[in-house]
């Protein structure tokens, strides 16, 4: 009997992560993977770098997209793709990540080719639709057949828009992913590598989120903050951000960085004194390496990790960041836990179960 044969669709750095213990899974599921790259990352240091640390499977091909307005790009993706699909061996579901512009791309070509699509970090809300990535979300999971949610709050968020089909809550790929390469970071990387400042003596920033990089005094509030801060800051900066810095000189104690690999990053995350952050994935990746977080938008689609105190949304003005980089936090409720096994091993065993 032929075995059953998944499309994966990356495109985005946090996409390459989530694929890692995925990946893995269905391999041992004995489920065959076809991997398209949509070039949304080209730069080596966010994309190639990832396959290579995480040994990932080499993409079947590459739709080389690049950059451009979220239109352009969604639709670059879908042209490019559904060509692919369309001259390639067929499959028989395509899996797509997180909230990224491959991610509805993909969905949307997916569904209308009939092909059913799965969504691994389904369910997820920030209930602020200018974010693209809400939007992306949305779509994605009304286009889905499978729906795998890392936490309870995710499967109760897509019952509330009337999806209870097809939709498992299995835990959080990104906290497997971080589990399996920790102990491999902290062996490979030490952190004086990267930094002569000491553990938990310096905070560690990354902004990417257009709110923050395409509002000029936004931007020059969040470095005049990190200024301000009585330690040293590490800031790993995404391409979009330094495009956006036009004008703006890095404080004395703001140590720009180039854009780091994966396992850099749980290097820097797990021995900073707290993190200051506009991304998803690194207010879940300080929760559960135990780093106090200051989310520097005003909302997050991570609300467990909120309890107490342990991350702090803000609009991030400078009086803000001083005021949160000082608040204190209690102790623990952990988040993202599989409810069986490991949440990649429960999508795989899902799957292998409903195509068997
Ligand atoms: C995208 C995702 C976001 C995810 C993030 C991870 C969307 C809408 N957003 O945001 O959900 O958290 O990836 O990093 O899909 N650029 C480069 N080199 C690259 C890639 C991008 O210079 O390799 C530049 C582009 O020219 C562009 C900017 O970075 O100006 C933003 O890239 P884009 O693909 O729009 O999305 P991200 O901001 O990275």
Avoid at 67 to 87: C, F, K, N, P, V
Avoid at 294 to 303: A, G
């Amino acid at each position: 009997m032929e075995s059953t044969h998944v499309c994966t669709v990356v495109g985005a750095r946090p996409q390459f992560i989530k694929s890692a213990p995925v990946s893995r899974a269905l391999e041992s599921a004995g489920i065959r993977e076809t991997v398209v790259h949509t070039g949304q990352h080209f730069d080596r240091e966010l994309s190639q770098i990832f396959f290579d640390e995480l040994g990932l499977r080499e993409p079947r091909v590459d739709l080389s997209v690049g950059s451009g307005t979220h239109a352009w790009q969604t639709a670059s993706i879908m042209m490019r793709l559904e060509d692919y699909l369309q001259g390639a061996p067929p499959c028989d579901l395509v899996l797509v990540y997180g909230d990224t512009n491959s991610t509805v791309a993909a969905a949307l070509v997916a569904a209308k080719l009939h092909i059913p699509v799965v969504h691994v970090e389904a369910g997820l809300r920030s209930f602020n639709r200018d974010m693209p990535e809400e939007i992306n979300r949305i779509v994605t999971d009304h286009l889905s057949r499978w729906l795998f949610c890392p936490t309870e709050t995710a499967v109760q968020n897509l019952a509330q828009e009337g999806i209870t089909r097809g939709a498992y809550l299995c835990g959080d790929v990104m906290l497997e992913a971080m589990r399996m390469f920790t102990e491999k970071a902290r062996a490979d990387l030490p952190l004086e590598l990267f930094t002569s400042c000491r553990p938990g003596e310096y905070a560690l920033a990354t902004v990417h989120r257009p709110a923050n990089t395409d509002n000029h005094a936004r931007l020059a509030g969040i470095f005049e903050g990190l200024g301000a801060l009585d330690c040293p800051v590490l800031m790993p900066l995404h391409p979009r951000t330094r495009d956006r810095m036009g004008g703006i000189s890095p404080p004395a104690n703001v140590m720009v960085l180039p854009p780091m690999s994966y396992l850099a990053m749980l290097t820097l995350t797990q021995h900073a004194k707290r993190i200051f952050t506009d991304s998803g994935g690194l207010q879940k990746e300080a929760f559960w390496l135990g780093v106090p977080c200051v989310t520097l938008r005003p909302e997050t689609e991570w609300p467990e990790t909120l309890s107490n105190g342990w991350n702090r949304c803000i609009n991030p003005t400078p009086a803000a960041i001083a005021s949160a980089a000082a608040e204190p936090y209690g102790p623990q409720l952990p988040f993202g836990e599989a409810p069986a096994g490991t949440a990649s091993s429960e999508i795989a065993r899902i799957l292998s179960e409903a195509l068997a």
